[in-house]
């Protein structure tokens, strides 16, 4: 059973930092495509940004340039590095691991909340 457990979220000013993990057991991840979403009240959940097991990684545009989503396949870990944070990034964010092959897999983690406010 895949396991995917978020930590790194809290209450940060506007402009401020935060560093989300997202640790897997269970199998290695290594060749699915891991990711964050984040769904604030009242809105769908949405892709933050993703990245394959090669490295190649893709962003919405609303966050392109700030965060930073990175990946230890030794670790089975993935991080975002959140900078440059606006109350509108204030929301639920979910990590997600995904592959289509050999057989579809889909798997998210609990969530953890990020409040951005003064």
């Known amino acids: 059973q895949v396991q995917l457990v978020e930590s790194g979220g809290g209450l940060v000013e506007p402009g401020g930092s935060l560093r989300l993990s997202c640790a897997a057991s269970?199998?290695?991840?290594?060749?699915?495509?891991m990711g964050w979403y984040r769904q604030a009240p009242g809105q769908q959940r949405e892709l933050v940004a993703d990245?394959?097991?090669?490295?190649?990684?893709n962003y919405a545009d609303s966050v392109k340039g700030r965060f930073t989503i990175s990946r230890d396949n030794a670790k089975n870990t993935v991080y975002m590095q959140m900078n440059s944070l606006k109350p509108e990034d204030a929301a639920v964010y979910y990590c997600?691991?995904?592959?289509?092959?050999?057989?579809?897999?889909?798997?998210w983690g609990q969530g953890t909340q990020v409040t951005v406010s003064s």
């Open positions: 997600n691991a995904r592959r289509d092959w050999p057989m579809r897999n889909n798997y």
């Open positions: 269970g199998r290695s991840l290594n060749t699915y495509v």
């Open positions: 990245m394959t097991s090669g490295g190649s990684s």
